[in-house]
């Protein structure tokens, strides 16, 4: 069985003033970014004779690990690719290193797909309510993504954070005026989302 919730049937005892909207993974399809980039280099290594899924394998367990090292830095991603090279293929030409590097930084320079019904969702919410986004990473890459979004002129207020925690949402609360009893959060990871603005 289905269930719909109108989000405004429970303005009558939850009065809904803003809905706040993280970005990557939320109004974005982040993931796929990455997916690709990733498909692109096991098709590199394949190409000269490594097995796509022990590269597959080893990349996501180099990224896990260089986290510790730079979080969510624009560096890691494309350092793990670098690793992944040096890991299978030990004496790789200069050329193949920075090809590597290239590829595992395209994902922040290219424009990442709304997911489908976002444009629907906005326009709807924008009609009963003032939309916000909140979103955390660095902040030239989250202000790439954010202006190059097709739909921000459904959205009121933006803020870049290093990173979303207690202190940001209530910072970000406190500057646009918004009362956090009318407020509403959509986001898709509990650590850095649902929990902090709770």
């Not at 309510?129 to 890459?141: F, H, P, R, S």
């Not at 207020?157 to 009318?182: G, T, Y």
């Amino acid at each position: 069985m289905k269930i719909e919730v109108d989000l405004f049937d429970y303005g009558r005892f939850f009065p809904v003033e803003w809905v706040i909207f993280d970005a990557d993974n939320t109004l974005w399809d982040l993931e796929d970014l990455y997916n690709r980039a990733k498909r692109d280099l096991c098709s590199f290594m394949a190409f000269r004779g490594f097995d796509p899924e022990d590269v597959a394998d080893y990349q996501q367990r180099r990224d896990l690990e260089l986290f510790e090292k730079y979080g969510r830095t624009p560096r890691r991603f494309p350092q793990s690719f670098v690793d992944t090279l040096l890991h299978f293929h030990p004496a790789p030409k200069l050329e193949e290193v920075e090809y590597v590097w290239k590829m595992g930084t395209a994902v922040f320079q290219k424009r990442a797909n709304p997911y489908p019904g976002v444009a629907q969702a906005l326009e709807f919410l924008s009609r009963r309510a003032y939309i916000a986004i909140l979103t955390g990473g660095q902040k030239d890459v989250q202000h790439n993504r954010l202006t190059n979004f097709p739909y921000l002129k459904f959205v009121d207020e933006w803020e870049i954070v290093p990173r979303k925690d207690p202190a940001s949402f209530r910072r970000f609360l406190d500057v646009k005026k918004i009362n956090p009893r009318q407020s509403w959060m959509i986001g898709d990871s509990l650590r850095s989302d649902i929990i902090p603005a709770r």
